[in-house]
Structures are given as C-alpha cells and as structure tokens.
C-alpha cells in the first residue's frame, strides 16, 4: 500500500510539471524539495545507504538529523530547529518532535541555533527568569515564544523540561524563589520532614526536606494548623484570624 501511495504521487508531480514544459528529471527533483520543505535542508546522498527499503534512521551523532529511506532511495533530513528525531515515531506520524519527548540514545549533536527576539531556538521549552524566579518558562513554536507558569511552588527544569520541587532544580535557589529558609536544626534533623507556617498566608505551608524548603497548599476553607502539624478547616486555625490576604475572610 505505501508503495503504490508513493508511485501515485510521483505520477501526479509529473504530469503537472510536464504541463509546464518541465523534464522528468527536474520534476523529480522538484518533488523530492516539496517533500523535504519544512523538515529537512539537505537533498539526498550517494554516501548514506538505507538498511531498509523505506523507513526512517538515526544518522551520525547529530539528535535532530536523521535518515529518510523511499523506495531505497536515502536522503538527509534536518528537523526544524529546536526538534529532535524521534526513531521510535511511527512512518505514518511527523519525526521531530520536542525534547521530552525523545531520546537521544548518545547522539549530543545539534545544528547551530537560529535565535529570534524571543526564542534561543525556533522551537523548545526554555527557562525564563534567574535563580530567584524559577516558576515560568517560553514554550517557542516557529521562533514565537509563549510564556507559561509553574503551579504555585514549582520550578522549570531545564534537564527534564517540566516543573519540579525548586530544591531538586539546580538552577533556581529555593529558599529565595520560595521566601522561606528552613532553620539550621533541620539540615541534619533525624525527627523527619517539619512542617512550617507561611508567614503571609495561613492556607500555605512549608515542608523542610533535608534543609530544603517544598511550598504546599491546604487547598480552598483550609488552613495550616500549627498545633496539629497539618491542614484544617479555617474555624480551627488561630492564624487565619489576624491575617488579611484577599483570599480570606475575617472570622469574627
């Protein structure tokens, strides 16, 4: 069925071009550009060989170019920049796809970047901010960057390309992203993980993991209780009365 798929469409290319008074020769050329446009910059070559009669392959120890076999034709393909090829994508699905969602299997190589005004690649997840805001990353698509947030806590990680605890991302400095620093007793405390109050807002709460700080959430009419060590109903919670942030009422 691919096969014949493939013949059809090199018919049609013909006759097209033919009608414009075009040899077949440059017609194949011409269709081989179109399959190409968007995904590759390279035609093909004499040098690469196909293991198989049609597929696509790894080629070199380049993660964004891979190898397009048609029919035992070869041809280099370069993902847009900012993708990498994907061998375990299926024949009938696009090869390039995000970082996360592909492994390398070894292969560090990437073409040079093509930077925008908002994006250091055309294409990718990237860290916006310093060490001391963490919480939002630029998703670029064709060189358009578009900003998204971590839930309230969260860190972007630009080894996994996902939102993490900000004491487990490297880049980010947890205690000041977070505004807390657990207390010195903590860093070698044998009592377990200890919880601590926010100090602005009594629905938030601090969880020390080796002397790192974790942000939490009691979640909507609940707040930290201080003498039990855990998340109450408001009523309960002594601090929730003499502090103001909008999001809760005065009890009273």
């Known amino acids: 069925m691919f096969r014949v798929i493939v013949a059809i469409t090199a018919i049609a290319a ?3 071009t033919c009608a414009g008074g075009v ?10 550009q179109f399959l190409a446009d968007g995904y590759d910059r390279e035609a093909a070559t004499s040098s690469s060989v196909c293991p198989e009669r049609n597929g696509r392959y790894p080629l ?32 009938f699905s696009y090869p390039c796809q995000y970082p996360p969602e592909v492994d390398c299997e070894g292969r560090t190589q990437l073409q040079p970047p093509q930077p925008t005004s908002d994006c250091p ?26 900003k998204f947030d971590c839930p309230e806590g969260l860190a972007f990680n630009e080894l996994t390309f996902r939102c993490d605890w900000a004491d487990q991302v490297d880049t980010c400095d947890a205690e000041a992203f977070l505004g807390f620093r657990c207390p010195p ?3 070698n405390s044998l009592d377990g993980h200890k919880l601590y109050p926010n100090a602005v807002d009594c629905q938030k ?5 080796s002397g790192r700080p974790r942000l939490y959430n ?18 309960n919670v002594t601090s929730c009365y003499s502090r103001t942030p909008d999001n809760f009422l005065r009890l009273g």
Do not use: M
């Open 185 to 187: 007793e903590d860093i």
């Open 60 to 91: 070199g120890n380049q993660c964004d170019k891979y190898l397009q076999c048609e029919n035992g034709v070869p041809a280099e393909k370069l993902c847009p920049d900012g993708l990498f090829f994907n061998s375990k994508s299926s024949i």
């Open 14 to 16: 013909t006759s097209v």
């Open 23 to 32: 040899t077949h020769r440059t017609t194949v050329r011409r269709q081989r």
């Open 205 to 209: 709460f601090y969880l020390c993991v």
């Open 218 to 235: 009691c979640g909507t009419g609940l707040g930290f209780n201080e003498l039990i060590g855990a998340c109450d109903i408001r009523e």
């Open 121 to 146: 690649r055309q294409f990718g997840y990237f860290r916006l901010g310093d060490e001391t805001k963490c919480g939002q990353f630029l998703n670029c698509v064709n060189g358009i960057g578009y």
